[in-house]
């Protein structure tokens, strides 16, 4: 196929702030699991044993938090609600069923994976404040008893959503049969995206036929 059926769908920098985002997540997950409770203490042998996994954990959140607000920069306008991502998610149950769904204007983005991207902002921004209250034993003795239960209550869902989230990515991806190949290659057909994303087609190909 030559390259003009093809249409870039993320730079080079964008791939490798989404790849390196998603390798510091699963460090940080591992490590934590290791820590949160005694059925997951095999991964501390990941880090070298439990006391490297407490220490490593929240060194792995700061260097997440960061990248991710690079990531999250690259994608903020691309994810902002529309009124065709109403329209695109009132189909999910006939498209999951794999049956005859209206062709609907979606951007670069559908309005599950811009759920996605929200779900994770609000769940990594509630990890890093609240790993940073609990953080032994830099910060955490800064804050009454009562704060440090709340915080590590908030922290444990925030961490659930959060890998739950990554896990429906992850099936997603393999289920959009072009999604992952969009993420290494960092193109896609000319047929996938009119049939995936037509508004996002439209808006790349203006000018260009």
């Known amino acids: 196929m030559s390259d003009k059926n093809f249409i870039e769908r993320y730079t080079f920098r964008e791939r490798l702030a989404h790849w390196f985002v998603a390798f510091t997540f699963i460090l940080l997950a591992l490590s934590g699991l290791s820590v949160f409770h005694p ?4 991964l501390n042998n ?3 044993g439990g006391t490297w996994a407490r220490i490593l ?8 938090a960061v990248a991710f607000v690079d990531l999250a920069r690259r994608f903020w306008n691309a994810n902002r609600i529309a ?7 009132g189909q999910l149950k006939e498209m999951l069923a ?12 559908n309005i599950a994976q811009k759920y996605y991207f929200w ?3 609000v769940a990594i921004a509630v990890l890093a404040v609240t790993g940073f209250v609990v953080w032994q034993p830099y910060f955490a003795p800064l804050f009454p008893l009562w704060l440090l239960r709340v915080a590590i209550l908030l922290h444990s869902v925030a961490g659930f959503v959060a890998v739950v989230a990554l896990i429906v990515h992850i099936y997603a991806a393999y289920w959009v049969r072009g999604s992952i190949p969009a993420m290494t ?21 203006k000018g260009t036929k």
């Open 83 to 89: 009124p065709a991502d109403r329209e695109w998610m």
């Open 39 to 42: 059925v997951f203490n095999v």
């Open 119 to 121: 779900i994770l902002t």
């Open 98 to 109: 794999n049956r005859p769904v209206k062709l609907v204007e979606t951007g670069k983005y």
């Open 185 to 205: 290659r960092g193109t896609v057909t000319q047929t996938w995206a009119k049939h995936h994303h037509p508004g996002w087609y439209r808006e790349v190909t």
């Open 46 to 48: 990941l880090f070298g």
């Open 57 to 64: 954990h929240p060194f792995f959140g700061v260097v997440l």
